[in-house]
């Protein structure tokens, strides 16, 4: 017998050359949010996975309200009383959030009696939503409400959550943790994934902590510091960030009233984006998703060309310049999707190297590829970034999210870029990790570089720039001192973004 909604006993799981999940045994009682805390590759997704039925364990036994849970697929899963709220939505743009919600559905009501239900749901839990607007108008935070609308229709015991504030702003964050609670209230238990260790202590009940696979600790995180907390993490202690010893210098990159149409139906124009980044200066970029930051990466990178004069180098124009020539003088960038953009998935970490570093590396001459030098700058990046693989020759899509950030920030900043832009270089990445991609930030600029930080993590924006200016629908409000900056202000800053009003009610 056990009141427990989920148990897991001695769960064991095995990829090629890594011990995923191993000998993993905790529970989760009725109305308890449950935080699992690990490193990148401490084997949080392999769990949740198994649990939700997309990977099936090696060893062990699950049970659900004490019955044996062992689903083949998510279907089952989700039969038996599991939800689960990913990290990346899979939400078609062009569907209403009611057609949306009844595809996830095994038997899906008559429309009308679906959006009912769908109200009724928002109601109960204050989420605010209307089941007639199409997807692709709405915020990511409320792109995440009809993901756990989904959820909550199919009344779920356990429900779990990847990551799910990383895409949303402080207001959004808040009203998802009331959403939560209100769920707990009712009895349902809640499995959390968050690298966000103020939020873990802020909100839930209980944390089981992993650590290679293997589950190290378990404790209440009210009752710990959010040091305490990493230090159960990686088994040490973490290492304080260090922003001494930067001076700026020359100017490094000006953009001059840069303006360009939105590149899809869905995108944001950039308009009269004007900026200074002088040698050894952090610019933080701050703003709601969607409000111009990928369109601003690629032009800056040059996946998008403009006007001449509107992008200078050390004085040189690289306007009409591609992103070869433009990483060869030495203005590179890190965007926001790992895998896919900044990645190419199935491809080794070694074949990924060239992907931006060919040309800086000289790794490509006269069309000949040198596969011995690529391996070893790959060798390199995994030394000095601790990224946790069997080696270069393994694929992108192989490494925990955190690990293939932790490669593709360190690819760059070891090309020793005069300008580097990153987009998010610390989403889905620990508390441990998350400071060495900051600090190697910090040491580029300290060299002598520029570094431009567009982030919506605003805590880690303070901690690491200089100036901050807002983007804000395509528009960059001129930067001011970090020092002395407080959220309030930066709120007004951000403000009339959307997604920020809804947010609010
Ligand atoms: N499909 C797979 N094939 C091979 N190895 C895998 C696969 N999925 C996960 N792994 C490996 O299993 C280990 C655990 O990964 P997992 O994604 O569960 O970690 P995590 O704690 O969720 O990390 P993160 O916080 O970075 O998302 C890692 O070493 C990872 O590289």
Not at 275 to 292: D, P, S, Y
Request: with cysteine; proline share 6%.
């Amino acid at each position: 017998m056990t009141a427990d909604v989920f148990r897991a006993t001695g769960i064991g799981k095995s990829y090629p050359g890594v011990r995923a999940n191993d000998d993993v045994s905790f529970s989760v009682a009725p109305g308890e949010i449950h935080a699992l805390l690990g490193e990148n590759g401490a084997g949080k997704s392999t769990l949740v996975k198994m649990i939700y039925g997309l990977v099936r364990p090696d060893q062990g036994q699950m049970f659900l309200s004490g019955a044996p849970h062992a689903p083949h697929d998510p279907r089952a899963a989700r039969a038996a009383g599991v939800a689960m709220v990913f990290q990346h939505f899979s939400l078609f743009d062009a569907l209403t959030v009611a057609e949306n919600v009844a595809l996830g559905m095994e038997n899906p009501p008559p429309r009308r009696e679906l959006s009912a239900r769908i109200a009724q749901v928002s109601r109960d839990f204050g989420l605010p939503l209307n089941p007639a607007r199409r997807v692709v108008t709405l915020s990511a935070g409320e792109r995440q409400r009809v993901e756990i609308i989904r959820c909550l229709l199919q009344d779920p015991r356990l429900l779990i959550m990847d990551e799910p504030t990383s895409v949303l702003t402080p207001q959004e964050a808040e009203l998802l943790f009331a959403t939560l609670r209100k769920l707990a209230g009712q009895g349902t238990a809640i499995l959390y994934i968050s690298h966000k260790l103020d939020e873990i202590r802020g909100h839930c009940d209980r944390a089981t902590i992993l650590r290679h696979g293997r589950v190290v600790d378990s404790c209440d995180p009210r009752a710990h510091s959010a040091r305490e907390l990493a230090a159960m993490m990686v088994g040490g202690t973490m290492r304080q960030i260090d922003r001494s010893g930067r001076q700026a210098g020359e100017v490094m990159l000006e953009v001059a009233g840069l303006s360009l149409p939105a590149p899809t139906r869905e995108g944001t124009a950039l308009k009269d984006v004007t900026l200074t980044l002088r040698a050894g200066e952090i610019l933080g970029i701050g703003g709601v998703a969607g409000n111009g930051q990928e369109e601003l990466l690629a032009a800056l990178s040059g996946e998008a060309r403009s006007a001449p004069g509107r992008i200078l180098l050390e004085g040189r124009d690289l306007s009409a310049s591609g992103p070869d020539a433009r990483r060869r003088a030495g203005l590179l960038a890190a965007p926001e999707d790992r895998l896919g953009h900044a990645a190419v998935p199935d491809f080794s970490l070694t074949e990924n190297t060239l992907l931006t570093a060919g040309p800086r590396k000289g790794l490509v001459r006269r069309g000949m590829i040198d596969h011995r030098g690529a391996r070893r700058f790959a060798e390199e990046v995994i030394a000095a970034f601790d990224v946790r693989t069997p080696g270069p020759g393994t694929a992108a899509k192989a490494l925990s999210g955190g690990n293939l950030q932790k490669f593709v920030i360190g690819r760059e900043v070891m090309q020793a870029p005069r300008v580097l832009i990153v987009n998010q270089p610390t989403w889905g990445v620990d508390a441990g990790a998350a400071a060495a991609v900051r600090q190697s930030l910090l040491d580029l600029a300290r060299q002598g570089a520029g570094v431009i930080v567009i982030s919506q993590d605003l805590d880690e924006l303070l901690e690491l720039s200089d100036r901050f200016s807002a983007l804000n629908e395509g528009r960059l409000s001129p930067p001011v001192p970090t020092e002395g900056l407080t959220l309030d202000r930066i709120g007004l800053m951000l403000g009339g973004a959307h997604g920020m009003e809804e947010a609010r009610i």
